[in-house]
């Protein structure tokens, strides 16, 4: 069983930045795969970015590259999304996902075993 727990969000201007963090707890946590997703009212859920269990290999979709990065620290069990130059469709609630063995697959959100309750990011114009 794998917890996750996610905090960093809030309000922010246009141009801003935000660091949200994703902890994990339960012992196997660091060999799952993990992902960051985002659902904006009245929207679908959307994938943001994914990264591998070892930090090794990363990626995201087409609307945040160049502004945001994935990363993790396995040895705090922790996976943080540094989202720089936030627009207003950024604004959702960011959710993180972890489970195995779903490399290319990231973007597939019925892959993930394990959900956090999501933190807030509010993007003004």
């Known amino acids: 069983q794998v917890h996750l727990v996610e905090s960093g969000g809030g309000l922010v201007q246009a141009g801003g930045s935000l660091r949200l963090s994703c902890a994990a707890s339960?012992?196997?946590?660091?060999?799952?795969?993990m992902a960051w997703f985002r659902q904006a009212p009245g929207k679908d859920r959307e994938f943001v970015s994914f990264?591998?269990?070892?930090?090794?290999?990363?990626y995201c979709t087409d609307s945040v590259k160049g502004r945001f990065t994935i990363s993790r620290d396995n040895s705090k069990n922790t996976v943080y999304l540094e989202m720089n130059n936030l627009k207003p469709e950024d604004t959702a609630l960011y959710s993180c996902a972890a489970g195995p063995g779903i490399g290319a697959r990231g973007a597939r959100g019925e892959l993930y075993l394990y959900w956090g309750q999501g933190t807030q990011v509010t993007v003004s114009s």
């Open positions: 339960g012992r196997t946590a660091s060999n799952y795969d």
């Open positions: 990264i591998n269990w070892s930090g090794g290999w990363t």
